[in-house]
Each structure stands twice: as C-alpha cells, then as structure tokens.
C-alpha cells in the first residue's frame, strides 16, 4: 500500500470546495488531465468523472467512480485506466486544528496494476503522491483565495 499524507493549511471545508469540483481532478491528479463529469451528482457515491491519462506520446480515456462518501472524513473512489486495471483510492480528511491532515491511500485492485503490485510500485506511487498532494494543496490554497484551483 502507498499512504502519504499532507497538511493543508485550511480547513476540511475548503479542502472539499476542491474536492467536489470533477473538471478540477485533471489539474492536480498526476498524469490526468480534461476531467469532466461523467455520470450522478459528484461525489454521491456512484458518481463518476471521466478523464484522459496520458502516458508518454499516447492518450487513454479513464473513468473514477465514487465508492464510499462519509463527509467530511471519507471519500473513496475506484478508478478505472485501461489496460492498467482498477485501483482504491482513500482520501481521510482530518481537522487539524486550524488546518486539514490528508492521509492519501492507493492501491491496485485488478488488471496489470493489481498483478504487478510490489514495493517497487508503492514507491513509485510514493512519489505520484508527493506532487499529488502538493497540487491539491495548491489548488486549495487558490480556491480559499478566491480564485480557482492552479493547474
């Protein structure tokens, strides 16, 4: 399992004004891009956002789906990417004093991913998660201040 976690220096309520925008997801997930909604009123569990990945010269369409939504602390969502299977992926949404702790949770669940899943991989993520998290935090400072999100 890949966890990572970052503080956010805003409340958990500024943290979901991000989280809750589906044409953002392409700005700060790494190796997304153009997310859109794709079906439900997002993040109600069973709504989904789809989104190119793009992998060198080549693009693939990707869909994520909400699985579990326990406001304000949960969101958990499965993404879908070609070829490379299906992963979990956990977002746990903590106040901290001022502040929001994210603890950031992946990993594979079927397909080449879920096949290939070693440590070697979790480091890999490890590192996707440092430049994701780091963009979220962006993106939510520019939302708090009244702007929207960077990417």
Request: proline share 6%.
């Amino acid at each position: 399992m890949a966890i990572r976690h970052q503080l956010i220096h805003h409340p958990p309520s500024a943290l979901w004004a991000v989280l809750e925008q589906p044409e953002q997801y392409g700005k700060w997930v790494v190796g997304t891009h153009d997310s859109r909604l794709l079906e439900g009123r997002w993040p109600e569990v069973g709504s989904s956002i789809e989104y190119t990945l793009r992998l060198g010269p080549k693009d693939f369409q990707g869909r994520t789906t909400v699985r579990r939504l326990e406001r304000p602390e949960v969101l958990e969502l499965e993404v879908y990417s070609g070829f490379l299977g299906t992963a979990r992926i956990s977002f746990d949404i903590r106040p901290w004093g001022d502040e929001t702790l994210v603890l950031l949770d992946e990993h594979p669940l079927q397909g080449l991913g879920g096949s290939l899943h070693n440590v070697a991989l979790d480091a890999v993520l490890q590192i996707r998660h440092r430049t994701m998290l780091r963009r979220l935090g962006e993106a939510v400072d520019a939302q708090a201040e009244g702007g929207h999100p960077a990417g």
